[in-house]
């Protein structure tokens, strides 16, 4: 199994990026892919997620995103995106992709992704 992840660069802080993960080696459609983030000197914590179709696409965000970031899947091309709006300086961390079956009680927690992609790093300067 391979996540790539891409996308990320030094933006403004105001501005967007998307993120892509491209995934093989897996039944796509049957996974949840969950975006995370860690930030210098923090530990790695929950983004986003995206059920696949055992969960009905079901979609979770940290609340301090919800409103500003999208979380969205293209089953056909095996791509999990995430579209970020108003980014913050304290936004700046690698940002990972992931895929697993995570149950309720895990789908925020890395504890519930078995795949991991490599990083892109986001960049916000104030």
């Known amino acids: 199994v391979q996540l790539q992840a891409s996308g990320g660069g030094l933006v403004q802080a105001g501005a967007s990026l998307t993120l892509s993960c491209a995934a093989s080696?897996?039944?796509?459609?049957?996974?949840?892919m969950g975006w995370f983030r860690q930030a210098p000197g923090k530990e790695r914590e929950f983004v986003a997620s995206i059920g696949g179709s055992g969960r009905g696409g079901r979609i979770f965000y940290v609340d301090y995103v919800k409103g500003r970031f999208t979380i969205s899947r293209d089953n056909a091309k095996n791509m999990v995106y995430l579209q970020m709006n108003s980014l913050q300086p304290e936004d700046t961390a690698v940002y990972f992709c992931a895929a697993g079956r995570p149950i309720l009680s895990t789908v925020r927690d890395s504890s519930g992704y078995t795949y991991w992609g490599q990083g892109t790093l986001v960049t916000v300067s104030s």
């Open positions: 080696g897996l039944t796509f459609s049957t996974y949840s």
